[in-house]
Structures are given as structure tokens and as C-alpha cells.
């Protein structure tokens, strides 16, 4: 018999009633067994030199050997207090009719405990979970090796505050994706636990579920408050100008100004929607939002009625992606939730805080340029300035502008064959190679494609009145800086097109203002500066103006 589960129902307890010992039954009310018992027992031959076998205190026998003569003399008197001490028959075991003939037992049908999920571990063999559904991907298709397939998922939250993703591959989705509602309270029981992957998985847990063909979801229609609708951890939006780029973060502030939406075209060829919003909170500071697909029409409609009627919401966004591409942005994931004025003590804070002046207070933003030296990535440096200012060489990267003109393109490499699969609203863009099967071969995503894609990996020369400085430029700034894309430029070159040259000599000497990441890296035993291009915008002659006579006047009270 396995014992599966124990629940303790009664810790202590008094002695029920006045229990007696059992009648004697022919045994000397004696600590020992005297040597005579034995003798003419079967099996025994009377004089021969036995073992005494003595009780200490009831439960721990003392075995004595005696030497040879009168075993009579050797054995002490009993006790007149003494206890009794009287060997019992185990009965052998019988099994109930049931279990009697049946073999080996298969199955344990048992209901499964359950347990925290904070307590989950790949070394339980059968558990069960009692959360909340906080959220639920969109049906993902997908091709590898094995041929096609389909995958969904959905994040958990117990009552402990525990927190785990769930997901389900083809037949499953099948099963449980109509059945799964975000909202409701469902007993989850009977899956394997891999490692979480980081990259998509953003909740606070090293597990994953991955529900099997054994697996239950029970729904609990009575729960309603033992367990929260959901569980944030806000970071303030001046904070988030910290923040790496692609952290997830939960933030919330008051929505000040909403875009219309608008149609674009992805990298992957397909179309969605997008519309940005402004928030802003008690920091002074504040941050753009980007809604993407159906967020757009849902959440992004109801807020942008809100604002038109002079009505500015509270918006909470569970699981936006930080963006660090123009600024700080945040944007929403496919596990995103935007909350309009939801019932938490932040969103009532700061509700009181903008009806109460914070309307009126002076913001600035961590996303665009909207006055000169609002935040860290609109300090102006010459490219001197960059070495001789020591940037980069911290913790942390700087982020620094510069108004300089591309001098130099190194054209022996200036892509890179990147892996074309999108996954979730994300493409993968690692470097793949060439397999023996003539496809092209990613490591991260373990699967081969018949088409790569290509990426800009430039290497360029910068320059302005102070000096010249390298830097490196990825996709985005290298389609702006030479007008096409790097698969275009690719093609051209292989072809042996005179245009490619002239693609590149038309993106020399022309003066941008670039947006350059610094951060001491180390190659090989060599630690040096690396500047990364992260944008680049044409010059406004207006705005520059407007920027130059500010500098000018800070410069000049000064004195």
C-alpha cells in the first residue's frame, strides 16, 4: 500500500475512555522470559545454554548471553510493578475481494492535492493547482522538422500570489482553448514542468507548464475573492527611462493624449493595427504607449472616446515591453492587459493627484524631443566629446546625441543572414547558416527554412568638426541612412549592379543627428568603446535653431 496523501484532522487528543491490559495469558508478569519457558518447547533442548532476553523500560531490549550452569540462578526475580510485557502473532496480510486476482494495479485514481504554486517542482509526480486565469494568448501556428503545428497559452495566479504560464500544443489547443476564459477560477492538474524561457515568458517564475494528453482543467464557478483578479508590480515611468530595452514592466498613469489608429504592414508581410497614447504620473515624467492588433479597437477606442469628451482615464498595462528605440516607449505583448480605471489604490492616487492640479503640471517625456536636455538621450556631445568624457566606460550604457556626417561605409560585410521566423509578434533575426539540405539552419529556434532573411550589420565612419569616431548600425538606422532595405542592397551586390555603389556613395556626407548607445565591450582580451547607432533623424533647420539660441542663452547666463 502507498499512501499517497495525509491530512492531520486531530494534532492532540485525550484518552478515550479507561483502557486495561489484556488478561494475562499463562506469562510470567516478568521483565524476562525465563529460561524454563523454553525448555520443552519445540525445537529446544532442555539445559542448553539459551539468550535471556531482558525489557528496559518497555520498548528496548537488553540481550544478555549467560555463561553455562544453573540458568535459574541467573534470572532475577520479577517485579511486583512491573509491566506486562506479551508478544503478540502478526496476522498475515489478506487483500479485500476487490484487489484480490487483479494484478498489477495501473492506475491511481486518487484526486491529486493541491499544492501552491510557488511549491510546483519537475519532481512531483502528481499535483494540482487552484488559480485564476489572468490572462490568455491569441491560437499560434507554427513549422519545424516535424511539420506543422499549433500552440496557446494562459498565465495563472493562485491565492498565495504565485503566478505560472500554462501551454498547450495541437490536440490540446483543441481542447482546452474554448474552455480556458480569462477571469475564472479553474483546478489545473496533471502536467510536466520544463524551465521558463525568459525571452517570452516574462512572469516571476523558473516554470513552465506544458499540459498533456492526462491533463484536467476543472472549472471552479464558486470561487470568486479567495483568489485576485490579478497582480501588479508598477514601475514609475521615471524609472522605466532606466529600464533595458525588451524588460516587461507593469505601469500605470493617467491617459493625457491618444492617437488615431492606423494600418502598417509588419516585417512578416502581414498587417495590424496600431495607436499610441501618452500616460503620465506623479514622476513628472511621461511615456508613450503603443497599442498593437486588436488592443487598437478594444481598449484604445474606449480610451480615445474617454479623452474626446474630456474625460482623462487611469489606464493600468500588465506586461508592456519596454522599446528604447527613440526614447523609452512601452509597448504591448500578445500577454499584455490594459485595465481603464480599474479599482486599485495607485489608479485612485493618482486620480485624486490630476483632478487636484496634476492636470496642469509640467511633464516631460522619456519618448520624444520635445525640449532640449528632457532626458538622458537628448544630451547633446560632440563626437570628441564621446573619448574625452569618458562615456561608456560605466555600468550602464550612455546614451548621447551627436550631429555628425557618415564619412565612410565598410562594404565587405554589411549584413548578416538572420533567421525569418515569427514568433508571438516578434522574428527571431539570429544569424542562421547553411545546412548540408541546403536550407538555413537556426540554433535558437532549432528549425530550418528554404529563405533567410537579411539584416543590416553596417560599420561606418562618423565625423563632425571635433573628430571621427566608429559606430555600428542595425536594421532601422541602416534603411535610413542608405534608402533601402538590406535584402534590396544584398541583391544588388551579388548581381554586380552598378547601382549598389551608388546607393552608397549617395549615403555619404550627408549631416544627421544620431542617437548612439556607448558601452565599453570587451572582445577577445581588448575592452574598448562601442558606439551603436539606435536612430537617425534628419536635421530641422527650425528645430536646430530653436536648440542652438537655447544653448546660446543657457550659456550665456551662466556668465
Same mark, same amino acid.
Given at each position: 500500500?502507498?499512501?499517497?496523501?495525509?491530512?492531520?484532522?486531530?494534532?492532540?487528543?485525550?484518552?478515550?475512555?479507561?483502557?486495561?491490559?489484556?488478561?494475562?495469558? +499463562?506469562?510470567?508478569?516478568?521483565?524476562?522470559?525465563?529460561?524454563?519457558?523454553?525448555?520443552?518447547?519445540? $525445537?529446544?533442548?532442555? $539445559?542448553?545454554? /539459551?539468550?535471556?532476553?531482558?525489557?528496559?523500560?518497555?520498548?528496548?531490549?537488553?540481550? %544478555?548471553?549467560?555463561?553455562?550452569?544453573?540458568?535459574?540462578?541467573?534470572?532475577?526475580?520479577?517485579?511486583?510493578?512491573?509491566? #506486562?510485557?506479551?508478544?503478540? =502473532?502478526?496476522?498475515?496480510?489478506?487483500?479485500?475481494?476487490?484487489?484480490?486476482?487483479?494484478?498489477?494495479?495501473?492506475?491511481?485514481? &486518487?484526486?491529486?492535492?493541491?499544492?501552491?504554486?510557488?511549491?510546483?517542482?519537475?519532481?512531483?509526480?502528481?499535483?494540482?493547482?487552484?488559480?485564476?486565469?489572468?490572462?490568455?494568448?491569441?491560437?499560434?501556428?507554427?513549422?519545424?522538422?516535424?511539420?506543422?503545428?499549433?500552440?496557446?497559452?494562459?498565465?495563472?495566479?493562485?491565492?498565495?500570489? *504565485?503566478?505560472?504560464? &500554462?501551454?498547450?500544443?495541437?490536440?490540446? =489547443?483543441?481542447?482546452?482553448?474554448?474552455?480556458?476564459?480569462?477571469?475564472?477560477?479553474? =483546478?489545473?492538474?496533471? +502536467?510536466? /514542468?520544463?524551465?521558463?524561457?525568459?525571452?517570452?515568458?516574462?512572469?516571476?517564475? @523558473?516554470?513552465?507548464?506544458?499540459?498533456?494528453?492526462?491533463?484536467?482543467?476543472?472549472?471552479?464557478?464558486?470561487?470568486?475573492?479567495?483568489?485576485?483578479?490579478?497582480?501588479?508590480?508598477?514601475?514609475?515611468?521615471?524609472?522605466?527611462?532606466?529600464?533595458?530595452?525588451?524588460?516587461?514592466?507593469?505601469?500605470?498613469?493617467? #491617459?493625457?493624449?491618444?492617437?488615431?489608429?492606423?494600418?502598417?504592414?509588419?516585417?512578416?508581410?502581414?498587417?495590424?493595427?496600431?495607436?499610441?497614447?501618452?500616460?503620465?504620473?506623479?514622476?513628472?515624467?511621461? #511615456?508613450?504607449?503603443?497599442?498593437?492588433?486588436?488592443?487598437?479597437?478594444?481598449?484604445?477606442?474606449?480610451?480615445?472616446?474617454?479623452? @474626446?469628451? $474630456?474625460?482623462?482615464?487611469?489606464?493600468?498595462?500588465?506586461? +508592456?515591453?519596454?522599446?528604447?528605440?527613440? *526614447?523609452?516607449?512601452?509597448?504591448?505583448?500578445?500577454?499584455?492587459?490594459?485595465?481603464?480605471?480599474?479599482?486599485?489604490?495607485?489608479?485612485?492616487? /493618482?486620480?485624486?493627484?490630476?483632478?487636484?492640479?496634476?492636470?496642469?503640471?509640467?511633464?516631460?517625456?522619456?519618448?520624444?524631443?520635445?525640449?532640449?536636455? &528632457?532626458?538622458?538621450?537628448?544630451?547633446?556631445?560632440?563626437?570628441?566629446?564621446?573619448?574625452?568624457? +569618458?562615456?561608456?566606460?560605466?555600468?550602464?550604457?550612455?546614451?548621447?546625441?551627436?550631429?555628425?556626417? =557618415?564619412?565612410?561605409?565598410?562594404?565587405?560585410?554589411?549584413?548578416?543572414?538572420?533567421?525569418?521566423?515569427?514568433?508571438?509578434?516578434?522574428?527571431?533575426?539570429?544569424? #542562421?547558416?547553411?545546412?548540408?539540405?541546403?536550407?538555413?539552419?537556426?540554433?535558437?529556434?532549432?528549425?530550418?527554412?528554404?529563405?533567410?532573411?537579411?539584416?543590416?550589420?553596417?560599420?561606418?565612419?562618423?565625423?563632425?568638426?571635433? $573628430?571621427?569616431?566608429?559606430?555600428?548600425?542595425?536594421?532601422?538606422?541602416?534603411?535610413?541612412?542608405?534608402?533601402?532595405?538590406?535584402? @534590396?542592397?544584398?541583391?544588388?551586390?551579388?548581381? @554586380?549592379?552598378?547601382?549598389?555603389?551608388?546607393?552608397?556613395? %549617395?549615403? /555619404?556626407?550627408?549631416?544627421?543627428?544620431?542617437?548612439?548607445?556607448?558601452?565599453?565591450?570587451?572582445?577577445?582580451?581588448?575592452?574598448?568603446?562601442?558606439?551603436?547607432?539606435?536612430?537617425?533623424?534628419?536635421?530641422?533647420?527650425?528645430?536646430?535653431?530653436?536648440?542652438?539660441?537655447?544653448?546660446?542663452?543657457?550659456?550665456?547666463?551662466?556668465?
Amino acid at each position: 500500500m502507498v499512501i499517497l496523501n495525509m491530512e492531520v484532522l486531530v494534532p492532540e487528543c485525550e484518552i478515550i475512555g479507561n483502557p486495561v491490559l489484556p488478561p494475562e495469558s +499463562g506469562v510470567s508478569n516478568s521483565n524476562t522470559m525465563r529460561a524454563d519457558q523454553f525448555n520443552g518447547a519445540p $525445537g529446544s533442548t532442555a $539445559g542448553s545454554t /539459551l539468550t535471556t532476553v531482558t525489557r528496559s523500560n518497555y520498548n528496548s531490549p537488553v540481550i %544478555q548471553r549467560p555463561m553455562a550452569g544453573n540458568l535459574s540462578n541467573m534470572i532475577p526475580r520479577p517485579s511486583d510493578n512491573a509491566q #506486562v510485557f506479551q508478544p503478540t =502473532v502478526q496476522p498475515s496480510y489478506r487483500p479485500a475481494p476487490n484487489y484480490r486476482n487483479r494484478g498489477t494495479i495501473m492506475k491511481n485514481d &486518487a484526486p491529486a492535492r493541491i499544492i501552491p504554486i510557488s511549491a510546483l517542482n519537475p519532481y512531483q509526480g502528481r499535483w494540482a493547482i487552484k488559480a485564476r486565469v489572468t490572462a490568455k494568448g491569441e491560437i499560434r501556428r507554427y513549422h519545424n522538422a516535424k511539420g506543422d503545428g499549433k500552440v496557446f497559452s494562459f498565465d495563472l495566479l493562485d491565492s498565495d500570489g *504565485g503566478e505560472i504560464r &500554462a501551454t498547450c500544443f495541437n490536440a490540446l =489547443v483543441d481542447r482546452f482553448y474554448e474552455a480556458v476564459e480569462v477571469g475564472k477560477v479553474y =483546478v489545473v492538474s496533471r +502536467g510536466s /514542468l520544463k524551465p521558463a524561457k525568459k525571452d517570452y515568458n516574462h512572469l516571476n517564475n @523558473e516554470w513552465e507548464i506544458f499540459l498533456e494528453s492526462q491533463s484536467t482543467i476543472e472549472l471552479c464557478p464558486d470561487e470568486n475573492s479567495s483568489i485576485p483578479a490579478m497582480r501588479f508590480s508598477f514601475t514609475s515611468i521615471d524609472k522605466i527611462e532606466d529600464s533595458e530595452n525588451n524588460a516587461i514592466v507593469d505601469v500605470i498613469g493617467v #491617459v493625457t493624449s491618444v492617437n488615431p489608429s492606423s494600418t502598417i504592414q509588419r516585417k512578416n508581410g502581414m498587417e495590424t493595427q496600431k495607436r499610441t497614447i501618452t500616460l503620465k504620473d506623479m514622476s513628472g515624467r511621461s #511615456v508613450e504607449v503603443t497599442m498593437w492588433g486588436d488592443f487598437c479597437n478594444r481598449e484604445g477606442l474606449q480610451v480615445q472616446e474617454m479623452v @474626446e469628451h $474630456g474625460a482623462f482615464p487611469v489606464l493600468a498595462v500588465k506586461a +508592456g515591453r519596454v522599446n528604447d528605440y527613440s *526614447g523609452k516607449s512601452v509597448g504591448t505583448i500578445s500577454s499584455s492587459q490594459l485595465l481603464i480605471n480599474p479599482d486599485l489604490a495607485e489608479a485612485h492616487s /493618482l486620480r485624486q493627484w490630476f483632478d487636484c492640479g496634476g492636470r496642469d503640471a509640467s511633464t516631460q517625456s522619456i519618448s520624444r524631443d520635445f525640449t532640449p536636455a &528632457a532626458s538622458r538621450y537628448e544630451i547633446r556631445k560632440t563626437v570628441a566629446q564621446i573619448k574625452d568624457d +569618458g562615456l561608456g566606460m560605466g555600468d550602464k550604457p550612455d546614451w548621447v546625441t551627436v550631429k555628425a556626417t =557618415v564619412v565612410f561605409f565598410k562594404t565587405d560585410s554589411f549584413c548578416y543572414t538572420a533567421c525569418p521566423n515569427v514568433i508571438g509578434d516578434r522574428r527571431c533575426s539570429k544569424k #542562421v547558416t547553411k545546412s548540408d539540405s541546403g536550407n538555413w539552419f537556426c540554433d535558437k529556434c532549432n528549425q530550418e527554412f528554404p529563405e533567410c532573411d537579411y539584416r543590416y550589420l553596417l560599420q561606418l565612419q562618423i565625423q563632425d568638426h571635433s $573628430g571621427t569616431a566608429w559606430a555600428t548600425a542595425f536594421q532601422e538606422p541602416g534603411e535610413e541612412l542608405l534608402g533601402c532595405s538590406a535584402r @534590396e542592397l544584398n541583391m544588388l551586390k551579388e548581381n @554586380e549592379d552598378p547601382r549598389y555603389t551608388d546607393v552608397l556613395l %549617395q549615403g /555619404l556626407y550627408r549631416q544627421h543627428l544620431l542617437r548612439l548607445k556607448v558601452k565599453e565591450e570587451t572582445y577577445g582580451d581588448e575592452r574598448r568603446v562601442k558606439n551603436t547607432v539606435f536612430k537617425v533623424e534628419r536635421i530641422d533647420p527650425s528645430a536646430e535653431s530653436k536648440f542652438l539660441l537655447d544653448h546660446i542663452s543657457r550659456l550665456t547666463g551662466s556668465y
